[in-house]
């Protein structure tokens, strides 16, 4: 009799009411072309190497874009080296 009491549904509502909130916090806090518009605009959470600063960033790319330019550019807003160019790079 003593239980306490259930606070908010559980179940399939509070998860993509969850979904939802986490995808508003990722298009808040990601960095990308602010030129693009937002119809263009593809988000991501992008992990990053293990000798980065950062576990993870958010970031928004053009729909458009080729998937070598968006390695390029998310290289380049995480200041990660990028030696993809490179014939003989490891």
């Not at 559980?10 to 508003?24: C, F, Q, R």
């Not at 992990?47 to 960033?57: I, N, Y």
């Amino acid at each position: 009799k003593n239980a306490p009491p259930n606070k908010g549904r559980k179940g399939a509502k509070n998860a993509a009411t969850a979904a939802k909130v986490a995808l508003m916090k990722l298009k808040l806090h990601a960095s990308g072309d602010k030129g693009l518009p937002q119809t263009e605009r593809t988000y991501f959470q992008v992990f990053l190497p293990k000798e980065a600063k950062d576990p993870s960033l958010p970031m928004f790319f053009c729909s458009k874009w080729s998937v070598g330019k968006i390695v390029d550019f998310a290289a380049s807003q995480a200041s990660l080296k990028n030696n993809n160019n490179v014939f003989t790079a490891k």
